[in-house]
């Protein structure tokens, strides 16, 4: 089988496509023929060496994907050949708090991931692909769509008629918009593009802010929101924008650290955080109970990612610098076969 993988050093220029055997199946596991896998900046930081410089080599990219089976273990029931799936991000997290076992357990960094052929499973760390997706829309779930449910659902708790303010137009915010309006919540979406912002109002964004006009759009937000705030902020930007992201909250607002797209390590004013009483939590993706949420909420309303393109599996390597560019709305997609 045909596997990209990172073998001499970090780097785009260094992803090589390689032959490899194909995997054995164990009793409790899966053997899936990968059918489509999407890109995250996780990915992206983690080819550069930028997410885990300490990360041992090689290393087979990607966590998303979905695929069919083509093979059970001899003690696995619940899954048959043909069945449509997507693997989960971290194998050992079926549910509760993250643990440090869950957290070695994730693909693509530590462990091998998904821009493969073939791709082996345990029997447990799979979910069914609804009947409305296709693999290329399935691979987008696994750690955009799951990331959103468990910032807006589990943890902020939004309610029909409150108000989330998304940063750009990534997987993760177009997700989030999409669970969004699934859910009832009124969304302000920010962007340096007037064009994204145009598109995101077609697909249900009440006030788009171009932050490339507005730099103050905490404050933008606060106004569109008849002076109270938003009750959660998506924050996908991390040092580079997170001060507005604070300024744009109501009073007990919370906040869910998706990404660190515009740098780590911010010169943060703490005081707003304690006198309007707000929340922060890290959002480490979720659960495979957490995705089997989000799966509910997918086929009761029919939701689709935002796909923004689709690149042949020999194109890996441009699919990587695409997504490392910033022009995306959505989700960048690896066709495998």
């Not at 304690?274 to 929340?279: A, G, K, V, Y």
Request: aromatic fraction near 6%.
């Amino acid at each position: 089988m045909r596997t990209w993988a990172l073998s001499s050093g970090f780097g785009f220029e260094n992803l090589r496509l390689e032959e490899r055997a194909e995997p054995s199946c164990g009793a409790r596991q899966v053997r899936i023929r990968v059918r489509a896998v999407s890109l995250n900046a996780r990915d992206v930081m983690m080819a550069r060496g930028e997410y885990n410089p300490r990360q041992k080599l090689p290393l087979v990219l990607a966590s998303d994907a979905a695929g069919e089976v083509v093979e059970c273990g001899a003690e696995v029931n619940e899954w048959r050949q043909g069945d449509r799936v997507c693997p989960i991000f971290a194998g050992l997290w079926q549910r509760g708090p993250l643990t440090q076992a869950a957290r070695r357990s994730s693909l693509g960094g530590p462990l091998d991931g998904t821009l493969t052929e073939y791709f082996v499973a345990n029997a447990d760390a799979l979910v069914a692909l609804p009947e409305h997706l296709s693999f290329q829309e399935g691979a987008c779930l696994p750690c955009a769509g799951v990331t959103a449910y468990r910032a807006l659902v589990e943890f902020a708790q939004l309610q029909t008629g409150q108000w989330l303010a998304c940063l750009g137009t990534g997987g993760v915010s177009l997700a989030a918009l999409g669970i969004a309006r699934a859910l009832g919540v009124r969304v302000i979406l920010t962007s340096r593009s007037a064009e994204k912002l145009v598109r995101a109002a077609a697909l249900g964004v009440e006030h788009g802010i171009d932050t490339s006009q507005t730099a103050e759009w905490g404050s933008a937000v606060r106004t569109l929101t008849g002076g109270e705030g938003a009750h959660h902020v998506l924050e996908v930007g991390g040092a580079g924008t997170i001060g507005e992201s604070l300024r744009a909250l109501r009073l007990g607002g919370s906040l869910s650290v998706i990404g660190v797209l515009s740098g780590a390590l911010p010169a943060l004013d703490l005081r707003p955080i304690l006198m309007q009483d707000l929340r922060i939590q890290g959002i480490f993706v979720g659960s495979r109970e957490t995705f089997l949420h989000l799966l509910e909420l997918v086929s009761a309303h029919s939701l689709r990612p935002q796909i923004d393109r689709v690149f042949e599996f020999e194109a890996a390597p441009a699919a990587f610098e695409y997504a490392a560019s910033g022009r995306q709305f959505g989700k960048v997609v690896i066709s495998v076969g």
